[in-house]
Every structure is written in structure tokens, then in C-alpha cells.
């Protein structure tokens, strides 16, 4: 993938939310722009939020393609860069996991992104742009696209992603339901004391049997 430069130092937030949401500005034109004004800050933000390189650039990828693909969520254009690293810190805990009592960690796992063809990129911040802008405006990876933009969901009035605590390590899913399973418990419980102390009322109350008592040892 060929880049060329863009100088987006005259740009404002508001002018970049409308190149995302133009019909007529090509999608790798807008990325590549909203990349120079804020993918170094972006990319900083993951890579000291997850504290690995590889993380940090899958990160940053996966948030300008969520921010391309929900621009039109954000009500405050002006607000663009607040939105912009609250989608990160998002993306950034979804590779995250806190260990009990401790601080988020990254999760070591393979980068889930699609494959990479330098085709003789340069190396440093040119070479991690190629590398970003290649997920996140090529029409073969549209696929990858698609599943990043419909796994960011839950939104606030403002457009802002919704922050969800972290899952701790070592959690099973099942953990999940416990609340659920202990109400339910709980119920279970009660009708069995109910129906105990039913029990309980209703032999008190029998008469004796047989009628007037044993009287086999009677002479």
C-alpha cells in the first residue's frame, strides 16, 4: 500500500469529522489525515495502556476503524480527540485483563488483525502508518472491518463508547451467572423452610393414633 504524505496541521477537529462522514472524500484520504493529527498521541496512549509495540498498533488500527465506522455517532465534532482516545482505552481493555488485585496486564495473544504486505514499506512511523492505514481503508480487509465496527457497541448521549470493567484473569464465563444462580438458590431455599414448617404445623395438630391412646399394654 503507497501513502503519501498529508499535512493536516491547518485542520481542525470539525474539518476531519467531515472528511470521515463525506461521501466524496476518499476513505483513505480521511484515515490517512485524521491519522496525521492524531495517530502519534493515539498510538502513545495503547502502547502505555498495554505496554507492547504489537498490541499498541493493533489497538491504534482498531480504533480508527471504529472511529471511521461510528463518526457519525459523535454529536460534538469538536470533541473529536476526546472521542478518539476514549475508543482506544476501549480497544486497549478488550486486550486487557486484571488480574485479582492488581493492575490491567496485557494479554499476550496473536495479533487477530488482517495480514500485512509491506511491499517495501519504510521502517518507524511511516512503516507503522502503512501498517494502520493498510486495515483500516484497503478494500480486501472491508471483512475485518466489519467485525471490529460490530463489536464496539453501547454508546452514551454524546457518542462516547461505554466503559465496561475489565474480566479478571483466570475468570471462567460462568462467572457471569452466579448472581442469577444464588436468587434462584435463595428461592429454593425459602419454599423448602416454607414447606417444613408446614409440615411441622400440620403433625402437631394431628390427633394421636390409634384413637385414645396405645392401650396394648393394658391388663
Do not use: Q
Not at 486484571?98 to 511491499?119: E, F, H, K, S, W
Not at 474480566?167 to 417444613?196: E, K, N, Q, T
Amino acid at each position: 500500500m503507497t501513502l503519501k504524505t498529508v499535512n493536516s496541521g491547518n485542520m481542525t477537529d470539525p474539518d476531519l469529522v467531515h472528511l470521515l462522514r463525506s461521501s466524496r472524500i476518499h476513505p483513505t484520504d480521511a484515515c490517512a489525515r485524521l491519522y496525521d493529527a492524531h495517530g502519534a498521541e493515539l498510538y502513545r496512549a495503547c502502547r502505555a495502556a498495554l505496554g507492547d509495540p504489537d498490541l499498541a498498533r493493533a489497538a491504534l488500527r482498531d480504533t480508527l476503524i471504529a472511529a471511521r465506522a461510528h463518526i457519525f455517532r459523535l454529536h460534538d465534532p469538536a470533541r473529536l480527540r476526546e472521542w478518539l482516545l476514549a475508543l482506544a482505552a476501549a480497544e486497549c481493555a478488550r486486550r486487557s485483563v486484571r488480574p485479582a488485585g492488581g493492575l490491567p496486564a496485557p494479554r499476550r495473544a496473536a495479533d487477530d488483525g488482517p495480514p500485512y504486505r509491506p511491499g517495501g514499506a519504510p521502517e518507524g512511523a511511516d512503516a507503522l502508518k502503512v501498517r494502520v492505514l493498510s486495515a483500516v481503508a484497503e478494500s480486501d480487509a472491508s471483512g475485518y472491518r466489519e467485525r471490529v465496527a460490530a463489536r464496539v457497541h453501547g454508546f452514551d448521549r454524546s457518542g462516547f463508547p461505554v466503559a465496561r470493567p475489565p474480566r479478571a484473569a483466570g475468570d471462567p464465563p460462568v462467572v457471569r451467572i452466579i448472581p442469577g444462580v444464588a436468587v434462584v438458590a435463595c428461592m429454593v431455599l425459602l419454599l423448602v423452610l416454607a414447606w417444613s414448617a408446614y409440615l411441622h404445623a400440620t403433625s402437631d395438630a394431628a390427633p394421636p393414633w390409634p384413637p385414645g391412646g396405645d392401650h396394648s399394654e393394658d391388663r
